[in-house]
Each structure stands twice: as C-alpha cells, then as structure tokens.
C-alpha cells in the first residue's frame, strides 16, 4: 500500500515538508521508498506534529533502513538505539553546534538521522542546515574538475577522543572517548546513493585534510569550501516545536545546532541509520 503525502518545499537549495502522513501509524515499502526518495532529492525532510513513542521513532526509523547505533552519545533509558540529545538550563555547551555531517569518519558513514523534538524551548534551538548539492553546483568547471581527483581523510579522534572534549561539560556527555579512533577516507565529492546527484563531502568537524596533502595546503582549499558551503542560499533555517521529526541525509547535507537557549531545556531524540561506502561522483 502506497500512502499518500505531499511534499512542499521549504527552501530554495534544501528542505521540504511532508504532509499529511501520521507516523504513529505503520506505512508500507512503497511509501517508505517514496520517503527516502524525497529525502535524497531534499536533503532533509521534516514532519509536523507527531505525536510518537520511542516505539513508534524506532518504527519509522526500521521502515526506512537499518539503526546503527552511535558510539559516542548518550541513550534514552531502556532504549539504547535511541540517543539522546539533551542540553539543560544550567548547561552552556550543546551537541553539534559546529557544522558537520554525522560519522563521516566511518567507511561506511550513517545515512541520516531521525531527530525528534520532545522538549524545546521557548525560542532558540534551531538547527541549520546547508546543501552539499548546492555548494558543489556553485563551483567552477575547473574546481569540480580538480576535486573530482582527490580524497579527503576524516576521523572522530579530534572530536570525540580524551584530550579533545572542548568542556567538562561535554567530557561528561560523550561516553567511550577510547573508542575515538576511527579515521577514514572518502571522495572529495560523491554520487549520492539515491538521488544520483553530486554532492561535495567534506566538513569542518570531521575533514582533517586531503589526502596527500600537507595540512597548510589542505586547509586552504577546505576553507574555500567551507566558506562556499555555508553560503546564506544554500542552508535553511529550521525552527523546532515538540513533536516535529526531521530526518537530515548526511551524504546531501550538513547541519547545525544553534546554541542560543541558555537557561532553557532542550531535549531531542535521535535516531541514525546505516549507511554505504560512498563512491566518487563521475568528472
Ligand atoms: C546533531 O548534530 O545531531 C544534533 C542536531 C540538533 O540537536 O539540532
């Protein structure tokens, strides 16, 4: 059975809205097809007003691929796929406030992620979000050419490792900082899984150079990059409210989260999905 949903554009590079499907309600193959379609082609797909159980997120979350479970994060009690996403009043720090795309320090980095919002505040906590098919299109033929043939190295151990944790704070929200070995390397632009497209694929948290390159010369063609990716056009703006599920494509898209709510609770859970070795986009 094929349920049917429209999907209305939000921004001009990335981001639509799908309405009028209900999540706490099981969908069949088709329309989970039809849903990561329109993930591949948006970038991040978003879902108001839904009122879901941790049961029913896993539901949704098993229907469109397999769960891996993150390393680093936290998890909701008694739901260890789930990881939560938690800041509290008295806190300063919160989780991804630097621009990245999740796991791409693993070979086969996570799809995306299933981000429900079960305790925002009053105003702030946004999430940004900014398009890796925008950002590539913008270049010049010369620059595509150029990093047709390259390979970037990404790696959690900065980030995620013992001496890296930027605050106590999040000393003691990131678990297993031994772990923090995984480096990997990956095409400087992809073809997307699903949508085909060509998509740029390094990112400030994660990318630590090129490969073959000395990190002088690496940083500042990845500035360049990074300074284009983030133009105003290519990202979109989302505003949370409780019971809103946006699920984010790591391989079309970076994100975001806007740390600007202090003294408030901000609670979200979020569920990530496996992902593949990515290939090189053709030049
Ligand atoms: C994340 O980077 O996974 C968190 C995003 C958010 O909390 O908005």
Known sequence: MTESFEVKPLGTALGAEIIGLDLAQPFGDNTAQALLGALGENGVIVFRDQLLTPEQHRAVAQALGRININRFFPTVEGHPDIAEVRKEPGQTSNIGSEWHTDHSYDTEPALGSLLYARDVPPTGGDTIFASMYAAYESLSDGLKAALATLRAVHSSAHVFGEAALSSDELKGVFANADSANQ?????????????????????????????????????????????????????????????????????????????????????????????????????
């Open 183 to 283: 480096f990997s390397t990956h095409p400087m632009v992809i073809h997307h899984p699903t949508s085909g497209r060509s998509a740029l694929y390094v990112n400030p948290e994660f990318t630590l150079r090129i490969e073959g390159w000395s990190d002088e010369e690496s940083a500042a063609l990845l500035n360049y990059l990074y300074q284009q990716a983030t133009k105003p056009e290519f990202t979109l703006r989302l505003g949370w409210a409780n019971n809103t599920l946006a699920i984010w494509d790591n391989r079309a898209t970076w994100h975001l989260a806007v740390n600007d709510y202090h003294g408030h609770r901000r609670l979200m859970h979020r569920i990530t999905l496996e992902g593949c070795v990515l290939e090189a986009a053709a030049a």
